[in-house]
């Protein structure tokens, strides 16, 4: 089967320092993969660059079988990525933001309409839908966001920090919608520094740190990387990323 | 006791003074800024010499007129500081997401709004208080030190303008909520500044009765007129002449209705602005939910767009105060279409292409360049060449639709002129708008007013070009062969500015 996600020494630097060094990843069709590391270690620049935001030095990156690089409309067509920080007019109501979305990615009028009210619906936004984002909620926001992610239905769909500055009940919302969208068949790769919700929601799991995967796999195949035993994943990480914790 | 001690009035005043002048322009911004003021204040010294050697020792007494005259003058200068302190209210009030802070901290909240009115006072008076003091600094040093005391005037008319400005604001607040105050008071005060400006420009467009209204002025000045001054109307000139009763009473007075409207309004700010800030959204109706959606990225992009663009009303007048300005051109050139004036007609439809074109560059700047979510058009399939042909069709359709009723009067009137300022403004609008997009640079929709983001030499460009068009509009108007030459120069200088969609993206993602 087609790997939803094939990175292959894939570079990003930024003058002399290399955000991403030369990074192998995969990621399963259907599998929601939690891709962690500390502050800086090249996450978001790898997504970022998978997206097409960013233009890797070197290396390769497919989607689903299309090399974003060589072919990157065809790889956005079925990838949807969400920033950490929402990414929305102001001005604009959640309905007309969606309209907007399914039009750049070429969702016909009618489709759009019925997708933008089901997940407005569904993420308790359809009271909202005719009020201006200006006025949202960091959570509101973030769903606004989400659902013009869902909008066009993409297979990839890739989320940098979703759950930042959530209350417990949106946080809860998310986390169903994303393990809905997988149960779907949909493969979702997300970071976050919450590692309670990588070990509770991820299939697989990436360590990334100075812009290298340093592990990568279920949480029993971390817990037998680092020797063995019932460790937290926050216990793996901090072992497997040589972070100390001092108190 | 340091003056700057964390905590006190000027620490706090100084940090306004401090955000006031970053918020003013960028470093380079600042500097030119600074160094133009350093220039313009040692010509100004270099006025008030002379000034200060004809007046030295003189026993001056004037004439009822000159009261009158300088009574008007200060009028104007109020308005003027009013849309200032109008806009710079707004701002300060009910925008600055430093309010939160600020009534979190220690901070005695009297203290907080003492010192932002007081920034907002100081900001309206302070650049005439400095252009003021380059000439009356050489007039005191050649003695006569008590003309000085204009600049307690127009600090006094600071304070005042300040204290009306913080009225009107809250009033419109009540009225009207939070963000519709901010934008009301920033078109209020653009529109009282333009005003101003077509004050000046009247005698361009009012015709006969303008003139005998500057002939009653010129008979003032030359003392044919009896004038009976009103009473105090002389009080302001007597200030200026450093007269110590007029200018204690007029600085008291002022402080007096500053330091009541302080009071009066502290309280009641503090839960303005708190609402300003914290539940802004809350009363709002819910806007028009859309039927239809849009099919496609062409028109899903020119859908937002013009959405984004009509729902900006700030930023929009600024745009059409634009036009405003130009009002007085649109009445010489309508006056002379009726009149038949043949080489001001074109000289007028010139001036109309030139102006589609800076009108077109403005909005073209706001639908390409300050686009709010950039990374999500990258990230969309959605080729980079429709989303830039709805962009600039974005920026096009209002400049037309702003342009149509002046064309259309003027092809009434004269239909050839009218047919030829139409071609120029819509070859000077596709012209400007297409460099636009071509030399697109990530900006934000807060920077129009300095469009920092553009770089100068497009912007020379694109002077140049509506230049070389408005020349053309002028000769074809004149029905002049000739015009197909400045027109082709034009359309040279256009396509040798074009960038290949992949140059665009290359130099955008070199900025990202």
Redesign the interface.
Known sequence: MTDALRVTGLTKAFGDKRAVDGLDLTVRPGELYALLGPNGAGKTTTLRMVAGLLAPTSGEISVFGIDAIRDPSAAKQVIAWAPDEPMLYDRLNPMEYLEFVAGLWGVDGKTARARAEELLRWLDLWEQRGQRCEGFSRGMKQKTALAAALIHEPRLLMLDEPLTGLDAAMARQVKDVLQQKVAAGATVILTTHILEVAERMADRIGIIQGGKLKAEGSLEDLQAMAGGGRRTLEDLFLQLTGERVDL | MSLLRPGSVTWLLAHEIRIGWREMSTQKGRLITLIALSVLFVILAGVGFPIGLAVRGQDLTPAPAVHLAFDLGLALLFTLMLSQTLAAAAQALYARADLDLLFSSPLPPRTVLTVRFAGIALGASSLYLVLLAGILIPIALMGTPQWLGALGVVASLGLLASAVGLLLTTVLFRLLGARRTRTVAQVLAAVIGASLFLLSQSGQFLGDDNRRFSDMMADLFSGDAQVTLPPLADLPLRAIMGEPLPLISMMAGALLIFVAVNQLLGRRFARDAASALG????G?K?????G??????F???L??EL??LT??IALLSQVLLRLLYLLPLAFILLRNASEGHNLLLPGGAAAVSVMAGQLASSLVWITVSAE??P?????????FST?NRAKLWAALIPTALMLAIPLGLLTFIAPWTGLVATAGAAASAASAGMIGLWHQRPGNRADFRRKGQVHWLVSVAILLIGGLIGVATFLAAWMQALAIIPAIFAAVFTLAMRKSDTAILKTL?ER?
């Open positions: 539940v802004e959204s809350s709002r819910p806007g028009r939910v859309t239809a959606f849009a099919h496609g990225v028109a899903a992009t859908r937002k959405r984004l729902r900006d709010d979510a990374d999500l058009l990258v990230a969309s399939p959605a080729p989303i993602r990202a």
